[in-house]
Nanobody, 121 residues
């Protein structure tokens, strides 16, 4: 079994900061890209930030310069640091990992259960 366990999130005032973390556990051979997505009420899920196993990053235009993403490959953990938060950042944030469970397996995407981030104005 593979589990993605998220922590962090909560309620913060606009301009504040929050940190999210996501630890991947279980029978894992290799993890490729890890990332964070978010889904606000009535909207589609969207990519927030992603990071490859080599450290290359990608960010949504709306969060560039405010959010940062990092990972600890030894701990199979990805982090999202969110600064200068805005009310429009309010959403459920989901961790995502593209991983292979065996050397002979293809890579599949796995999701965390989601964590609520609420930014008050």
């Amino acid at each position: 079994q593979v589990q993605l366990v998220e922590s962090g999130g909560g309620l913060v005032q606009a301009g504040g900061s929050l940190s999210l973390s996501c630890a991947v556990s279980g029978s894992i051979y290799s993890i490729n890209t890890m990332g964070w997505y978010r889904q606000a009420p009535g909207k589609q899920r969207e990519l927030v930030a992603a990071i490859t196993s080599g450290g290359m990053t990608n960010f949504a235009d709306s969060v560039k310069g405010r959010f940062s993403i990092s990972r600890d490959n030894a701990k199979n953990t990805v982090y999202l640091q969110m600064n200068r938060l805005k009310p429009e950042d309010t959403a459920v944030y989901y961790c995502n990992a593209e991983l292979s469970r065996h050397w002979y397996s293809v890579y599949n995407r796995y999701w965390g259960q989601g964590t609520q981030v609420t930014v008050s104005s």
